[in-house]
Structure formats: C-alpha cells, structure tokens
Nanobody
Framework: VQLQAYGGGLVQTGGSLRLSCAASGRSLNAYAVGWFRQAAGKEREFVLGFTSRGGSASADSVKGRFTVSRVAAENTVYLQMNSLQPDDTAVYYC????????????????WGQGTQVTVSS
C-alpha cells in the first residue's frame, strides 16, 4: 500500500486545517493509521493514531485540538487540526501500523511523502 498525505499549507495561529491521507494499492480499512510530524531540526514525533475499530491515541500536545476520522469508501484518513499554534509547524506524515495502535515510529511502514503545515504567529 502507498500512502500520500496532503492538504497542508500556511495558516494563522488559531486557524484550522484538514489533512488527508489517501491510500492506493490496498485498503487501509483493516489497519491502524498514524500521523507523525517532523519540525525543522527535530526528530519525527507521534501525533495521533487511529485503529480500524475506532480506537485512538494522541500526543498530549494535540489533545483536544486534533481529531482523526476515516472514510472507508474513500480509503482515506483525515486529520482535523484546530486551534493551530506555531509549535504545530512541521511536515506531517501518515503511515500504516504493523502492530495495531502504536505511538512508536518503528511500528509503522508505508510512509508517504509528507505535507508541510506552517502556522504563522
């Protein structure tokens, strides 16, 4: 399966964006999907994960602001980001988990190209 994240852009502090993670080659519906981000000069970090049964986990920094949803018919997972802050500026990636709901990067594969999110202050 190949994943592609898109929908990033430039937004002001307090604004919202919705990122999409589209899959091709195989259905994502049976897998947990994770969103990660990497800010300039920093390591990639877990943002939010979502299982096929609706379970989720999120980083403390995004709790209450970011949510994830899945549209099975579109084979797409969405990341809704609200109340964006400059610290949210990063390249965002989606990936498929090989071990269910996990916050650990090494448990994910099928990384797609990321999408840049920039939050201006």
């Amino acid at each position: 399966v190949q994943l592609q994240a898109y929908g990033g852009g430039l937004v002001q502090t307090g604004g919202s964006l919705r990122l999409s993670c589209a899959a091709s080659g195989r259905s994502l519906n049976a897998y947990a999907v994770g969103w990660f981000r990497q800010a300039a000069g920093k390591e990639r970090e877990f943002v939010l994960g979502f299982t096929s049964r609706g379970g989720s986990a999120s980083a403390d920094s995004v709790k209450g602001r970011f949510t994830v949803s899945r549209v099975a018919a579109e084979n797409t997972v969405y990341l809704q980001m609200n109340s964006l802050q400059p610290d949210d500026t990063a390249v965002y990636y989606c990936a498929r988990s090989t071990r269910g709901l996990s916050t650990v990067e090494k448990d994910y594969n099928s990384w797609g190209q990321g999408t840049q999110v920039t939050v201006s202050s």
